[in-house]
T-cell receptor, first 114, second 112 residues
Framework: EAQVTQNPRYLITVTGKKLTVTCSQNMNHEYMSWYRQDPGLGLRQIYYSMNVEVTDKGDVPEGYKVSRKEKRNFPLILESPSPNQTSLYFCASSKGTAVGYGYTFGSGTRLTVV | GENVEQHPSTLSVQEGDSAVIKCTYSDSASNYFPWYKQELGKGPQLIIDIRSNVGEKKDQRIAVTLNKTAKHFSLHITETQPEDSAVYFC???????????FGTGTRLLVSP
């Protein structure tokens, strides 16, 4: 089944403890992206990647890192999490830029930082 | 940068009625406008999209219209069904959808 897989689904951590949220897609997509979803704010882009070793900042990159060493994987790294990073995170991937391709989203990771 | 406003934030309709969700965007260079549906506990799913060289697109019961002059676009759902109940997001981009800016979402409730 074509899908974007994120792990973990739920995570509670403490301030300052480094964590990684993994994302993997099995569709051979070039484009991948991370979003965070907060009530009343919709989805805001954190980072995106157009190919292996090509990444760029989205609208809210502060406090996050990403890497794209392989086409299928795009992990999100929080070096020193803070409570304001408590949110619902989505990874997404896409085949291309033509109309109808769009992003396929994962099921989300709910992160709580205490 | 781009800013997308979406209205209403909640919309309740009776089954069989039509529903309309409206979005406005700020960047006149934006040229790609997708709509996503998010069901409870799931990630958003693309339901329809349109580029700025097209004024209207229809897919069965859903349609999107675009007014470039006024910089607004709308989602129209006809003959609504309970399974249409979800949160709907509009988005806009001028660099291809890699850098999409989303609206704040509309919670649609369709009552039987």
């Amino acid at each position: 089944e074509a899908q974007v897989t994120q792990n973990p689904r739920y995570l509670i951590t403490v301030t300052g403890k480094k964590l990684t949220v993994t994302c993997s897609q099995n569709m051979n997509h070039e484009y991948m992206s991370w979003y965070r979803q907060d009530p009343g704010l919709g989805l805001r882009q954190i980072y995106y990647s157009m190919n292996v070793e090509v990444t760029d900042k989205g609208d809210v990159p502060e406090g996050y890192k990403v890497s794209r060493k392989e086409k299928r994987n795009f992990p999100l790294i929080l070096e020193s999490p803070s409570p304001n990073q408590t949110s619902l995170y989505f990874c997404a991937s896409s085949k291309g830029t033509a109309v109808g391709y769009g992003y396929t989203f994962g099921s989300g990771t709910r992160l709580t930082v205490v | 940068g781009e800013n997308v406003e979406q209205h209403p934030s909640t919309l309740s309709v009776q089954e069989g009625d039509s529903a309309v969700i409206k979005c406005t965007y700020s960047d006149s260079a934006s040229n790609y406008f997708p709509w996503y549906k998010q069901e409870l506990g799931k990630g958003p799913q693309l339901i329809i999209d349109i580029r700025s060289n097209v004024g209207e697109k229809k897919d069965q019961r859903i349609a999107v219209t675009l007014n470039k002059t006024a910089k607004h676009f709308s989602l129209h759902i006809t003959e609504t069904q309970p399974e249409d109940s979800a949160v709907y997001f509009c988005a806009a981009s001028n660099t291809g959808f890699q850098k999409l800016v989303f609206g704040t979402g509309t919670r649609l409730l369709v009552s039987p």
